[in-house]
Structures are given as C-alpha cells and as structure tokens.
Nanobody, 123 residues
Framework: QVQLVESGGGLVQAGGSLKLSCAAS????????MGWFRQAPGKEREFVAAINWSGGSTYYADFVEGRFTISRVNAENTVYLQMNSLKPEDTAVYYC????????????????WGQGTQVTVSS
C-alpha cells in the first residue's frame, strides 16, 4: 500500500521560505507523477505544482509566479516543494499526491494522498 507523508510545514513571516517534503513508501517500480495541492479554510483544494517521473517537466499554478520550485529524488522516493517569498494568502494545508500517469492539475486524477502539512504565513 502506497503511503505519502508530508513534512516541513510551519509558521513563517511574509517574505520567508519553507521547504516541504513528501516521502513515499510502498511504491513499486512504476512511472508516476507527483503533485502538490493546498486547501485553505473555507476554500476548495487547489493545484500548486506537479512534476513528471523523470523530473524533467514541472508545472505550476499561475499564482506561484516563480516563487515555488518542485523537485524529486526518485532514489529516495521523495518530492520537495521549495517555497520562497511566501505571502499570507499562501496559508493553507499542503498535500502531496501521486498519480499513476502523467501529471494532472485535477485533484480527482490522483490515486494517493498524504495527510497534509500546515503552512501559516503571518503578515
């Protein structure tokens, strides 16, 4: 059974940085795409970033505006989200997700989810 565990969330001031990690276990050797989504209170879950199997292609939501970088180390079954220039509106629970296919911006396309990690950005 695939399990995803996020870490690295916390409280940071506006303009600061955080690096989220997502460790996957129970994987078989099978190409997958990994994504990061977030959900703020009272809002729907939204796409943040995704990366394909090789790491050669990455995709971002428009609101990222070059502030975030997604990466992966397949040998460690880990995907990262480096977040810089954080804004109060980035406050949300951040989830990583795995899809047995090419990347997607739609949360319903993903097969497995982590439990989420809270990111709070103070003004």
């Amino acid at each position: 059974q695939v399990q995803l565990v996020e870490s690295g969330g916390g409280l940071v001031q506006a303009g600061g940085s955080l690096k989220l990690s997502c460790a996957a276990s129970g994987l078989t050797f099978r190409r997958n795409a990994m994504g990061w989504f977030r959900q703020a209170p009272g809002k729907e879950r939204e796409f943040v970033a995704a990366i394909n199997w090789s790491g050669g292609s990455t995709y971002y939501a428009d609101f990222v505006e070059g502030r975030f970088t997604i990466s992966r180390v397949n040998a460690e079954n880990t995907v990262y989200l480096q977040m810089n220039s954080l804004k109060p509106e980035d406050t949300a629970v951040y989830y990583c997700a795995l899809r047995w296919d090419i990347y997607s911006r739609h949360s319903t396309d993903y097969n497995y989810w982590g439990q989420g990690t809270q990111v709070t950005v103070s003004s």
